[in-house]
């Protein structure tokens, strides 16, 4: 679930496929002020697609709700739900939506997921699935279709790649403005709206308050509902969130110092396995190994399959995989094929590798990037948008970072979002978070793609609010055995404890890092 959005939407990067492969203050007191409460959905069975709502036997509806929430009576758009019934209607204790992360991240079945970690707990609440607005099953936003994508390069150059981000991030720009009526959707994209969507559920099922997990963008996005609905809160869970006195462009530009640093932690234990992988038998030399192999795709990409892979999307490729450190093998077998492909051998990758270029490939990761796109230019700063007008800013701070952050400093300080070139404004500035809402946020040490250092800035705008660390290298750290990795069996304990009781702990807590077999 995070890594697919993280790598389709969150980092935005439509840029780096057509030439890789050949396919403080309070927000105003009017942003939250009661609306009239839309109808009560009309709950029908989830269409043949939603295989997992369907054998949940899930409920499905369609919400209208306004555009602009500043203006209820105008034009309406549609919110796709899905609901499944709390199975102990006698301690039934309400509403838990979600949202999976992006931005651009759909989430229909994103609380029915929670269930595997969830377990007793779930059946004390009605489980509300929803797509945000303009994603999925939601009324959509479509940009126009893209051309064919540019041949792959056979002889490249940093600033080469550089200039082909640049004109795909304006083909991306233009193709979303063109379709008629784009105009006026495009405004309402930001996350500030999908938090008054939010409240127009609450309220369309006629509940005075709501409970909540999110993670990464959607842990920011629980903190924008807190500051423009802290009376709707019931309990409120955030994992993997973000400093909110920095931008988007800020925050990904924070990364690359712990992701040099989750490198470094790959290549000591990939240098303990190198008979194995034959890539050094020391730290650094393995290291060395990777920067050889980025140098050398900066200048010819390297042929794997049927796609020549650049530089950039190499980055992108080494940033999914080190985000958690169970994938410390299937990295380290990735980085051997790739320098064996960079040398003119014979290769076949191996699933993790294929896996992710055929993902690239598909409809899904063409949407989620556009999606992506949508809020990261539609918000005005926190937690989506705040990126630089100016292009050469980007190439500049990419020249900056190479020497500290030779690996991971060209892909984070990059254009990952094309809101330079993006056709409208944002509405509304940044959201400033700044209150008291009891909220149970988790945090990894060792996150990579949202520091620690950030989520230890929004607890203290949080007031009310505990923060569980867990001490492991990862991207989300609740229900982590249920997406197949290792368990945080203290932070999933704490998360269930409050959402089943309702009891914050008494102090923040710090988790011992689980044994990892690998």
């Not at 940009?143 to 640049?166: I, K, M």
Request: glycine share 10%; hydrophobic share 40%; with cysteine.
């Amino acid at each position: 679930m995070r890594g697919i959005h993280l790598l389709a939407a969150g980092l935005g990067l439509a840029g780096l496929l057509g030439g890789a492969l050949p396919v403080g203050t309070a927000v105003p007191a009017a942003a939250a002020r009661p609306v009239p409460s839309p109808p009560a959905p009309a709950w029908h069975p989830c269409p043949p697609e939603q295989k997992d709502l369907v054998a949940a036997g899930a409920e499905c509806a369609s919400l209208p709700v306004p555009l602009d929430h500043a203006d209820p009576g105008g034009r309406t758009i549609r919110i796709a739900l899905s609901r499944v019934r709390a199975k102990d209607p006698a301690h039934r204790r309400g509403i838990l939506l979600s949202n999976p992360g992006g931005p651009g991240g759909t989430g229909l079945a994103t609380t029915l997921e929670l269930r595997k970690t969830l377990k007793a707990v779930a059946d004390r609440y009605d489980l509300i699935g929803f797509d945000p607005r303009f994603l999925g099953g939601s009324t959509p936003l479509h940009c126009a279709p893209a051309g064919p994508a540019a041949p792959p390069r056979s002889v490249t150059s940093p600033r080469a790649d550089f200039e082909d981000g640049l004109r795909r991030s304006r083909s991306t720009a233009e193709r979303c403005a063109r379709p008629s009526g784009n105009a006026e959707l495009l405004p309402y994209a930001s996350t500030r709206d999908v938090a008054r969507d939010m409240d127009a559920i609450r309220a369309a099922l006629g509940e005075p308050k709501l409970s909540y997990y999110g993670v990464s963008y959607g842990a920011d996005l629980g903190a924008v509902y807190t500051q423009l609905f802290p009376r709707r809160v019931d309990r409120l869970v955030i994992d993997s969130s973000t400093d909110p006195d920095a931008t988007q462009y800020e925050l990904f530009r924070r990364s690359g110092e712990p992701l040099e640093r989750g490198l470094d932690a790959w290549a000591a234990w990939t240098a303990r396995h190198a008979d194995t992988y034959r890539l050094g038998r020391t730290g650094p030399e393995v290291r060395a190994a990777v920067e050889r192999l980025l140098a050398g795709a900066e200048r010819r990409p390297v042929p794997v399959g049927r796609a020549r892979l650049g530089a950039p999307l190499l980055r992108l490729i080494l940033r999914q995989f080190v985000q958690h450190q169970e994938d410390d093998p299937a990295l380290a077998r990735t980085v051997r094929t790739l320098v064996d492909a960079s040398a003119g051998r014979p290769v076949e990758p191996d699933g993790e590798l294929a896996g992710l270029l055929a993902f690239l490939e598909t409809p899904a990761a063409q949407d989620g990037m556009t999606g992506g796109a949508l809020f990261m230019c539609g918000d005005g700063g926190w937690p989506a948008g705040g990126w630089p007008a100016d292009p050469e800013a980007y190439w500049r701070n990419i020249v900056r970072a190479r020497a500290a952050q030779p690996v991971f400093g060209p892909l984070v300080n990059d254009m990952t979002a094309p809101c330079a070139f993006w056709k409208t404004r944002p509405r509304e500035s940044a959201t400033r978070i700044a209150n008291g809402v009891p909220v149970l946020m988790l945090q990894a040490r060792r996150d990579g793609n949202v520091p620690y250092d950030g989520a230890l800035a929004l607890h203290r705008k949080l007031t009310g609010s505990r923060l569980v660390t867990a001490d492991i290298r990862s991207h989300g750290v609740y229900g982590r055995g249920a997406e197949g990795r290792t368990a945080v069996p203290c932070a999933d304990r704490v998360v269930n404890a409050y959402l089943d009781g309702g009891r914050l702990p008494a102090a923040d807590v710090t988790c011992p890092a689980p044994p990892v077999a690998r």
